[in-house]
């Protein structure tokens, strides 16, 4: 069975400093990845996703995602976070076929004036 | 245009009631899911549909859930005898046609508190 895994719950970073959530994905065929983002009391919103081609894969607000086959991971960074950055972040993944899309349990970004 | 939308934005309710939670998908978007938001779990995938139809209903917790779409649009999920346990956000997203490359859009929830 596919399964997400994001390592951190939570996760201080100071405004204008960098930062990368981890993801990482166990699928023995291939995967479409994507990140969401859910700022608060919204619903969630795709940041960017990776569905084949170049492993660097840009989203919106500066974001950008590296799929990494041989660590099956799919780590979201972004150079310089600003307070807006604030949300909580859902890594995702899809196997095809009539598989669902699994979610991982979410990062909590906290930006720090 | 508009989004999803999804109501009540709030319900509390007593242990043993049923609740009814609404769902308006992006008008044309075939594929409509159900998730559950609790604390600490992440999001949990409760029911899909194609259309009126239901191909996975694997994520239900239990037979008191139950969801139903009518005319390829709105969708009810249903609760009934609810638990403490139940208190959740329920999250509803639609997509155009159900391929799971497709980005879900999602509503804003619907924060269901079972004393």
């Known amino acids: 069975a596919q399964s997400v895994t994001q390592l951190d719950s939570q996760v201080p970073v100071f405004e204008e400093a960098p930062v990368e959530l981890r993801c990482n994905y166990s699928s023995s065929v291939s995967v479409y990845l994507f990140w969401y983002v859910q700022y608060p009391n919204q619903g969630l919103q795709l940041l960017l996703k990776y569905l084949s081609g170049s492993t660097l894969v840009k989203g919106i607000n500066g974001f950008e995602a590296e799929f990494n086959k041989s660590q099956t991971s799919f780590h979201l960074r972004k150079p310089s976070v600003h307070i807006s950055d604030t949300a909580e972040y859902f890594c995702?993944?899809?196997?095809?076929?009539?598989?669902?899309?699994?979610f991982g349990t979410g990062t909590k970004l906290q930006v720090i004036p | 245009g508009a989004g999803v939308s999804q109501s009540p934005s709030n319900k509390v309710t007593e242990k043993g009631k049923d609740v009814e939670l609404r769902c308006d998908p992006i008008s044309g978007h075939t594929a409509l899911y159900w998730y559950r938001q609790s604390l600490g779990q992440g999001l949990e995938f409760l029911i899909y549909f194609q259309g009126n139809s239901a191909p996975d209903k694997s994520g239900l917790p239990s037979d008191r859930f139950s969801a139903e779409r009518t005319g390829g649009s709105v969708s009810t999920l249903t609760i009934q005898r609810t638990q403490q346990e139940d208190s959740a956000v329920y999250l509803c997203?639609?997509?155009?046609?159900?391929?799971?490359?497709?980005?879900?859009?999602f509503g804003p929830g619907t924060r269901l508190l079972v004393l």
């Open positions: 997203a639609s997509s155009s046609l159900g391929q799971g490359v497709e980005t879900q859009y």
């Open positions: 995702a993944a899809y196997s095809g076929g009539y598989q669902k899309v699994t």
